[in-house]
């Protein structure tokens, strides 16, 4: 039942209109072949599963179809910011 | 009973109304309840108890309600488990109890097997020795709950979405002053008020009696909300008789609005809608919810005429009307007395039985003294006697000694034919925790209150366990004056200081009771799940010590009534029993709905044909005419089979096959997805996408591939055609064609 303001559509909508994508900042591996089982398991299974402000993906489902970046508290569902994907990185989250 | 020369300003005893309940026919005034009508025709017994199957009468007089559960109208119109207290009467009604009073029951003739049936009783009967499936279904049917509807609901339900600066949830004095204060200090803010009676006043209508200046205020400010509400592109939305029953995430509110009772809606062509749900997001949420009183315990305090104070107070001035002639109030708090006042100027006999010893009254216990209403300081009620009805009760003195009450004085007994109690008030904070917030336990007002500070959101008025009426209208602005700051419509509150004590206006003492009480047997916490003392103390005993463990294993506060009446006291009894502050046992967790939901309600407009969309092919015309049985993938109507007369199935299907074999196939793919991949990448992509190789496909050839994801997962399989190097067109499953379109 949130409120998600799609950074491109400049608009605030209701959560129906868009599908969540999972943690950010979870770069693929440049080089899956020589990857371990533990490794890749890794990379397509484990989650921070964080307690508090985490970075999260979006998609604009039945709007733009455009992935973005938000910012929600998992205890209380708030959303903090939300951001186009480069406005925010991992090395550099606001 | 129905007073003679009572005025009501609901009851318009000009339009009588004929209704039917449980089969005998009855007349009542417009304005009145299902049950307010009842009581006026001195019907007294509404249902019979979950599980011991005990006589049940009225308790409360709205959304508190345990005991009364009635199922409407029959058919199209059926509606099971409503509230006789919020059934609005019209002409015609009928309704039967959910549990027939006045049928021979099952569990009554057992009555002597009623003390081997405490909490745990069906798991540790029949589960453990797993006989359960064999009687379960016996026992479900002895339930105490209406018949689910069996044929289709004739009615039509809206839904309805706003956007709002401002929510209001309750139309008492607390909301109808926030709503006119966050409405007269801007000029664009936007504000709903809703609420769940069907006059906007709450319990001001009380105060009528005894205040004038009750009166003229809500007069007044009824006609300035209404001033508000009267004219074009109005910024005040008014819904009566709705009741905000969920809280989701970033003020998401839902609220339910009762049109109409069981009346048929369908007259000339047209149908209105029964219930409209409203669909409201709030920039903020103001909650004057108020707060329902909870019953003083005492061995079979579920007879019938054993009722709230408040309600009976409701009842009287509100309806002008009155189950008893002989009425004892009991409590520990001075809202008692105010009942007692109210019942003597009706000219009807009435006692009060006050727990709290005598000594520093307030001015409304003086003004009862003085009208001579017989007053009895320092007792407490042990019992109510009667079978099915009170006939009188138990008194004996009590003392607090340290900080527990100690009964202290012999037993006596008087008489009475109404007993209305009040152990003080519970704030509604439900609506306030569904999305987390927690409440805390207040010492001066003994009542659990909301958080104090939450984003977004204001309480004003007797959620905040304040009592007297002129408090709450200096709350109620304060509060819409933060409400607008937060908003950016003012700079700068302005906050007015309440009376002193204002958190104590009743006076109240502790709400326990004296634990020799708490141990008699048949003292009910919860009426609708028939939950005792005993079976808290039991589970208890058992090892349970946390509330929530404790309310699963007795089902206290399980029933459609969700405790509202029982769960606080259930706390208070647990808190005694494990002799441990009620602060420290805390109080279950508030969850959506605060009341039933109707599931028409919840499908609105979404229903038959628009339950979803159907999607034809351009050859269905020619699939019917052959009689094919269509399978529906994703929302496209397709060919299954084709059954000759008499085929099943599979002969139908053998006979497709052998066809196919033998002559020729025709298939309709147009239902798949179709997606055009061109660049010099193009083959690089298949390979990437499908798990077999695509690299040596050439022009004017097709292959079939299956899909996996990166945790190896089969997502989508089809089969794809090479146009030419960079160039292929690629198909997807049907059913997935939807999901992946909106990727
Ligand atoms: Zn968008």
Redesign the pocket.
Known sequence: MFLID?P??K?SRDQNEFSPAGEAFIARPQNPEELSDDEWSDYVFYRTNHKGDHWEQWV?TN??R?YFLVKRSTISHEILEVAAFGEVTSENPS | MRLKNHKSDFIDQSEALSFIFNNKSYKGYKGDTLASALIANDVLFFARSFKYGRKRGLMGSGVEEPNALVSLEIGGRYTPNLKATEVMLYDGLSAVSSSNPNSIDFRALIKPLHRFMPAGFYYKTFIKQKVWAMVEDSLRSLAGFSKAPTEKDEDVYDHVFHHTEVLVVGGGVAGITAALEVLNNSKTTRVILVDERAHLGGELFNEFQSDDTAISWHHDNLSKLLEFKNVANSRLKIFSRSTAYAWYDHNYIEVLQTNATGESLISGGTQAARKVLHKIRAKEVILATGAHERPMLFETNDLANIMLSQSVRRYLNEFGVISGKDVVLYGNNDSIYSTAIDINNNEINCKVIDIRPSGGESETVLKAKKLGIEVLQGYAVLKAHGTNLVKGIEVSSVEMQGKKWRLTGPSKRLNCDLLASSGGFNPVVHLDCHCGAKTFFDEDSQAFLPQKVRKNRQVCGSISAIGFWKDVVIDAKNKAQLTLLSLGEIKKSTQDSMSENYLDYYNASQFFVPIEILNRPKVFIDMQNDVTTLDVALAIREGYRSIEHIKRYTAMGFGTDQGKTGNINGIAVAAQFLDVPLSEVGTTTFRPAYTGVDFGAMAGREVGGFFDPQRYTTIHDSHLESGAEFEVVGQWYRPWYYPKSGEDIHQAVNRECLAVRTSLGMMDASTLGKIDVQGKDAREFLSRVYTNAWMKLAPGSCRYGLMCNEKGMIIDDGVSTCINDNHFIMTTTTGVLQAFTLL
């Open positions: 799609c491109y559509c608009e604009h709007g733009c455009k």
